[in-house]
């Protein structure tokens, strides 16, 4: 399967504005290949208003998404990849998710590491032992 965060930022993103609210994106501006204006990273991230009044030429595929805007009136032209996106979210009330977790996101973690390339033609997971581990038992932990 493919990873399901450029599916969850599109949707997310669809949603925020559905309900009359101000989409930004998290982003870790220190992932190679991000294209921001240096001089608002703050921490070594930065957010991004990404509603239709803010950018030009909003896109959202696979790989990243993309934009035109201007940043203290300077016109730019921002790419942030898909692994940089840390979570989406409404900037009036704070509502959105956070990634890291979805299915996929080990490619994402395995890309930002450097450990490996991503491609179609490779297979996306390998296959899990359906075996516990002996010794082992499971647990659960309460997330809040």
Known sequence: MNPSRPY???ALQEWILDNSCTPHLAVDAHVEGVVVPTQFVQDGQIVLNISPSAVQNLFIDNDGVSFN??????PMNVFVPMVAIMAVYARENGQGMGFGMEPGAEL???QAAGE????????LLEEAEDKPKP???PSLKVVK
């Open 108 to 110: 994402y973690e395995q």
């Open 8 to 10: 969850l930022v599109r």
């Open 69 to 74: 805007a201007r940043f203290g009136g300077v």
């Open 135 to 137: 010794g082992k038992r």
């Open 116 to 123: 490996a390339e991503f491609t179609r033609d490779e297979p």
